[in-house]
């Protein structure tokens, strides 16, 4: 899945805890071989093949998966949208070939993203993409997704205490009491500020992590649907703490495209959602914090001196 995943339990029995850990592992693989859209056997890849043509039965857990995108779809009026395929294709090739995307390609790749063609039925179950040439981007909520399958693997072999982090998409089995470092958007190997989760999953968007270069200038992995071009909210990075890792996967990257103001129902819609911005601010070196209420408390500021210094990509310890 291009990222680093790290998984823990608590344990007295070594061996028996690495074989649980595996069998997680396991589980992971067998999702990617399901979701990922560059292997041409995954269903996402038959998926695409079969746009506008034929249902293609699917796996219960892409089904699972792709029921739950729709409903982040739908809440956020498609700012986050898995349909997002074409889109990101046209940009990636931008990327290799140098040249901006034109107008018309945008608004043709544009009009193949739409979350609403995308049909799923449980019986079977099956899924459809209804237009020749629509195709499906699971990198905003795949990570998230076999985040659970991950801890619910862990919890059936009896564990309950431990984590799972995907870069950066983490979910905690049982309660959790540390505070979580997030990164500065603007030096990504240090933590502005730390967290304090006490259960579930949490997930950072953000455009530091990766984006394309196309004529010397930087530009940003998340897109906006409407526009088909990087989100512009002023967003720098967005935490989203949800009770799983797939919500929160799927939300930290509406929150991005929306911005806060925008995204303040969206939050509300789903229990025990929480979020933290970093904002661009018009002073170019400051930044500002949003956050929702319900958090409130739970972020605490490191002073400028102590940033605590982030060695890896994954930084709970
Ligand atoms: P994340 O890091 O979870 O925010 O996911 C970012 C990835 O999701 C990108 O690299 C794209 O593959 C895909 N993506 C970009 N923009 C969107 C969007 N608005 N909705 C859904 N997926 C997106
Ligand atoms: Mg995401």
Redesign the pocket.
């Known amino acids: 899945m291009g990222t680093v995943w790290e998984m823990a339990v608590w344990s007295r029995e070594r061996p028996r805890a690495l074989w649980a850990l595996d069998g997680a592992f396991q589980e992971v693989a067998r999702l990617e071989r399901l979701m990922s859209r560059f292997l041409p056997e995954s269903q996402v890849s038959q998926l695409a093949r079969a746009a506008g043509q034929a249902t293609v039965p699917i796996d219960p857990d892409l089904y699972t998966l792709l029921a739950q ?1 729709q409903q982040v ?1 739908a809440v956020s009026d498609g ?4 349909t ?1 395929g074409p ?2 294709a046209l940009w990636a090739r931008a990327d290799l070939t140098g040249v901006l995307p034109g107008p018309a390609e945008i608004r043709f790749a544009k009009s193949l993203v739409d979350y609403r063609a995308s049909v799923l039925d449980a019986d079977g179950p099956t899924a459809v993409l209804q237009h020749a040439g629509m195709s499906l ?5 795949g ?2 997704f076999a985040v659970d399958r991950a801890v619910e693997r862990l919890q059936a072999a009896g564990y309950t205490q431990g984590w799972v982090n995907a870069g950066g ?1 983490v979910r905690f089995l049982g309660s959790w009491d540390r505070a979580v470092p997030v990164r500065d958007p603007k030096y990504p190997d240090r933590a502005f500020v730390r967290l304090i989760v006490e259960e579930g999953a949490l ?4 455009n530091y ?2 984006g394309w270069k196309i004529s010397g200038q930087r530009y940003g ?5 409407r526009t088909g071009w990087p ?1 512009d909210s002023g967003c720098l990075s967005v935490t989203v703490c949800a009770p799983t890792a797939a919500l929160a ?2 939300l ?3 929150c ?2 929306l911005g806060p103001e925008r995204s303040w129902l969206l939050c509300a819609v789903f229990p025990k959602v929480e979020a933290l911005w970093y904002m661009k601010d018009n002073n170019a070196d400051q930044m500002q914090l949003v956050i929702t209420p319900g958090i409130n408390g739970r972020v605490h500021d490191l002073p400028a001196l102590q940033e605590e210094p982030i060695h890896a990509d994954v930084s709970l310890a």
């Open positions: 995108a779809a700012a986050f949208d898995v997002m889109l990101v981007d699971l990198g905003a909520i990570k998230g998409n997930a950072t968007s953000a992590e990766r992995h998340l897109l906006d649907p989100a996967d799927a930290s990257t509406a991005f495209v």
